[in-house]
């Protein structure tokens, strides 16, 4: 483990708590995070330090229409058949 002043370690993690002050410039937020990186013993690579809204995550495929229909009217189903309707109610035209 490296020893840092306290002031340096203070510094960055105030930058660190609040990166989006230094957005102007991320070579700041980069050296306050090695700078805490370093005070834990542990290293890291800049090229993988990326905002979060970079960071894609594919969205959930669709369930084709087909498949939504014949899952809800077999539910539907179910759910007549649970509570023993049968027929339309008496007010359905």
Do not use: N
């Not at 960055?12 to 990186?37: C, M, N, Q, Y």
């Not at 084709?64 to 027929?87: M, S």
């Amino acid at each position: 483990m490296q020893d840092l002043p306290k002031e340096v370690i203070q510094t960055a993690r105030g930058i660190a708590s609040h990166p989006e002050d230094f957005l102007s410039d991320t070579t700041v937020f980069t050296t306050a995070w090695a700078a805490l990186k370093a005070e834990r013993g542990q290293s890291f690579d800049p090229s993988r330090l990326r905002p979060q809204h970079i960071v894609d995550c594919p969205p959930p495929t669709p369930e084709p229409i087909d498949q939504t229909l014949d899952r809800v009217a077999e539910r539907v189903r179910d759910l007549i058949a649970t509570k023993g309707y049968c027929g339309l109610p008496p007010h359905a035209a």
